[in-house]
Nanobody, 121 residues
Framework: QVQLVESGGGLVQTGGSLRLSCAVSGSIFSINGMGWYRQAPGEQRDLVAGISSGGATKYADSVKGRFTISRDNAKNTVYLLMNSLKPEDTDVYYC???????????????WGQGTQVTVSS
């Protein structure tokens, strides 16, 4: 079993900052890519930022220059630092990790439970 536990969401004013964390635990042999997605009610889940096992990053155009994704491989944790927040960043944010639980099983996608980020105008 693999669990992803997110923390750091909340309510912030426009222009403020939040830092999301996602810790992966359980049966872990290796973790490939990790990322953050966001989803509004009735909408699809969209990639916000992703980071490879080697540290290469990618961002949605709407967050470039404002958000920074990073990971601590020793702690199996991925972070999302969100600066200059805007009301349109309000969403539920989900952590994702591509986890191999043992050398003989394929990589699987796992998701966190989601954390609400609300930016007030």
């Amino acid at each position: 079993q693999v669990q992803l536990v997110e923390s750091g969401g909340g309510l912030v004013q426009t222009g403020g900052s939040l830092r999301l964390s996602c810790a992966v635990s359980g049966s872990i042999f290796s973790i490939n890519g990790m990322g953050w997605y966001r989803q509004a009610p009735g909408e699809q889940r969209d990639l916000v930022a992703g980071i490879s096992s080697g540290g290469a990053t990618k961002y949605a155009d709407s967050v470039k220059g404002r958000f920074t994704i990073s990971r601590d491989n020793a702690k199996n944790t991925v972070y999302l630092l969100m600066n200059s927040l805007k009301p349109e960043d309000t969403d539920v944010y989900y952590c994702n990790a591509e986890v191999r639980s043992s050398i003989v099983v394929p990589v699987r996608d796992y998701w966190g439970q989601g954390t609400q980020v609300t930016v007030s105008s």
